[in-house]
């Protein structure tokens, strides 16, 4: 199994904006009172910002258009709703938020698999569960391990362990579930806001992780032979745990890994800290995303749909 993909689906949106609907379980998220034609033009230009900038490095990226009704405001976030398995397997996810199922359009997955060569040979439609009040938000939710094929999840009202253990048996993974707080121990609304994998490295606010779990969670990542690198609750919260690594190509270097972040959380980042994470990549890419972040509560982790096609 491959860690980092070199393809990624990103969704222009058309609405984007502040959402009333998720922020009662996502502390993030903050209503800056401006106009909504001025939000969706900075998340626009924010957006396409960071589209150029991982093509510059070889990403293939497949840019999907919002429809302009009904409103979206977070269809910005396509990885919450759908993710693309080198197996072949597309899995659709429940979502939380009422006005978040629209973003689930045929249009957007048939531009990832026109574009990106992936070829669809197994559906998982969870999507079912929103009925019992049931949610896992994609790659939002669970932060995977493929190489080892363990797929971890911390619980909040987006994230229901029984649904974390039954995607586990459909793809075959081993499931770590816990549970992880912000400052004030409200449970952290997605378990990508507080940890990355990578190839080389695991980033996660261990702070985050209630005590009674954090030791278990360390121990599993720690096994997996990566350098584990442990950030805390002020590093969180300007999204340091919310990043990427993606494969790429450089005629030097031939097949690299490039580091995808925010300029926010690479400001964040201590020094020492920065520098060990540079040392288990090739490249760090950083770029803003101000808007995105403050109004939709999200970061460019949460920006990217990883399409893993067959080896």
């Not at 400052?183 to 702070?207: D, K, Q, W």
């Not at 779990?213 to 121990?219: A, G, P, Q, S, T």
């Not at 919310?242 to 690299?256: F, K, R, V």
Request: glycine share 8%.
């Amino acid at each position: 199994m491959q860690q980092c993909t070199d393809a990624v689906l990103m969704v222009r949106p058309k609405t984007f904006g502040y959402n009333p609907d998720t922020a009662a379980s996502n502390t993030f998220q903050k209503d800056s009172g401006a106009a909504p034609d001025e939000v969706q033009a900075l998340a626009s230009e924010e957006f396409g910002q960071l589209a150029r900038a991982l093509a510059s490095e070889g990403v293939e990226v497949c840019v999907a258009e919002d429809s302009a009704t009904p409103e979206k405001p977070d269809a910005i976030f396509p990885n919450n709703w759908l993710s693309f398995h080198a197996d072949g397997s597309l899995v659709l996810y429940p979502l939380q938020g009422a006005n978040r199922r629209a973003e689930r359009r045929q249009e957007v997955v048939d531009a990832a698999v026109q574009a990106l060569g992936f070829n669809v040979t197994h559906l998982i439609d969870l999507t079912h569960h929103e009925g019992e009040g049931r949610f896992l938000e994609g790659t939002g939710s669970l932060v995977l391990d493929h190489i080892r094929r363990t797929a971890y999840a911390c619980v909040s009202p987006r994230t229901h362990p029984e649904l974390v253990a039954e995607w586990a048996r459909e793809l075959r993974y081993e499931p770590v579930v816990f549970e992880a707080t912000n400052r004030g121990g409200v449970p952290l609304y997605h378990t990508n806001v507080l940890m990355c994998i990578g190839e080389r490295f695991v980033v996660i606010a261990s702070e985050a992780v209630v005590r009674r779990d954090r030791e278990r969670v360390l121990k599993s990542l720690r096994s997996s032979g990566r350098d584990v690198i442990e950030i805390g609750h002020g590093e969180l919260e300007r999204f340091a745990g919310n990043m990427l690594e993606l494969g790429t190509w450089d005629e030097a270097l031939g097949d690299s890994r490039v580091l995808v972040m925010s300029e926010s959380a690479r400001r964040a980042l201590q020094p020492e800290t920065y520098a060990r994470l540079s040392g288990c990549t090739d490249t760090v890419l950083a770029v803003p995303v101000p808007t995105i972040e403050t109004q939709g509560g999200g970061s460019v982790r949460c920006m990217l749909a990883e399409v893993f096609r067959p080896m």
